[in-house]
Nanobody, 125 residues
Framework: QVQPVESGGGLVQAGGSLRLACAAS????????KAWFRQAPGKKREFVAV????????KYSDSVKGRFTISRDNSKNTMALQMDNLNVADTAVYFC??????????????????WGQGTQVTVSS
C-alpha cells in the first residue's frame, strides 16, 4: 500500500520561506506524476503544483507561480515544494498526491490515486 507522507509545515511570517517534503512509504513507480494541493479553512481543496515523472515538466497555479518551486528526487522517492515570499493567503493544509500525468487534462483533474494526510502551513502577518 502506497502512502505519501508530508513534512516540513509550520508557522512562518509573511515574506518568509518554508520547504515541504513528501516521501512515499510503499512501492510506487518513478513514473508517477507527483503534485501538491492545499486546503484553507472553509475552502475547497485547490491545486498548487505538479511535476512529471522525470521532472522535465512542471505546472503551477497562478497564485503560486514565481514563488513556489516543485522538485523530485526519484532515487530517494521524494518530492519537495520550496515556498518563498509566503503571504497570509498561503495558509492552508498542504497535501501531496501521486497520480498519472495527462497532457489532455488540466493538472487539477489528473487521476490522483494516493494522497497524504497533509501538513499545516500557517503564515502570519
Amino acid at each position: 500500500q502506497v502512502q505519501p507522507v508530508e513534512s516540513g509545515g509550520g508557522l512562518v511570517q509573511a515574506g518568509g520561506s518554508l520547504r515541504l517534503a513528501c516521501a512515499a512509504s510503499g512501492r510506487i513507480g518513478s513514473t508517477a506524476a507527483k503534485a501538491w494541493f492545499r486546503q484553507a479553512p472553509g475552502k475547497k481543496r485547490e491545486f498548487v503544483a505538479v511535476i512529471s515523472w522525470n521532472g522535465g515538466s512542471t505546472k503551477y497555479s497562478d497564485s503560486v507561480k514565481g514563488r513556489f518551486t516543485i522538485s523530485r528526487d526519484n532515487s530517494k522517492n521524494t518530492m519537495a515544494l520550496q515556498m518563498d515570499n509566503l503571504n497570509v493567503a498561503d495558509t492552508a493544509v498542504y497535501f501531496c498526491a501521486f497520480g498519472v500525468w495527462d497532457d489532455q487534462t488540466r493538472p487539477e483533474e489528473f487521476e490522483y490515486d494516493y494522497w497524504g494526510q497533509g501538513t499545516q502551513v500557517t503564515v502570519s502577518s
